[in-house]
């Protein structure tokens, strides 16, 4: 039922075949640290994005009418 999640978590499952409570306990902080670099690199690039994306913003100078010399009353 639920195969497409499984085929997502396969880079991440933990071969337990032949395995003590040792080395599944080294692969899954091996995993944490993989994945807290993998956070920590997606926070940097985000944080670029998001200063990119300003500056753009900024760098756009609308145009300013003068309109105090005119009115709706003739």
Same mark, same amino acid.
């Given at each position: 039922?639920f195969?497409?999640?499984?085929?997502?978590?396969?880079?991440?499952?933990?071969? !337990?075949?032949?395995?003590?409570?040792?080395?599944i306990?080294t692969?899954?902080?091996a995993?944490i640290e993989? &994945?807290? @670099?993998?956070?920590?690199?997606?926070?940097n690039c985000?944080? !670029?994005v998001?200063n990119r994306?300003?500056?753009?913003i900024?760098?756009?100078?609308?145009?300013?009418y003068? &309109?105090? @010399?005119y009115?709706?009353?003739?």
């Amino acid at each position: 039922m639920f195969k497409w999640f499984d085929s997502l978590l396969h880079p991440y499952k933990i071969n !337990e075949t032949n395995m003590n409570n040792a080395d599944i306990y080294t692969q899954l902080i091996a995993r944490i640290e993989k &994945l807290e @670099n993998e956070n920590i690199e997606l926070t940097n690039c985000l944080y !670029e994005v998001e200063n990119r994306l300003q500056s753009q913003i900024d760098s756009i100078h609308p145009v300013t009418y003068n &309109l105090n @010399n005119y009115s709706l009353d003739k």
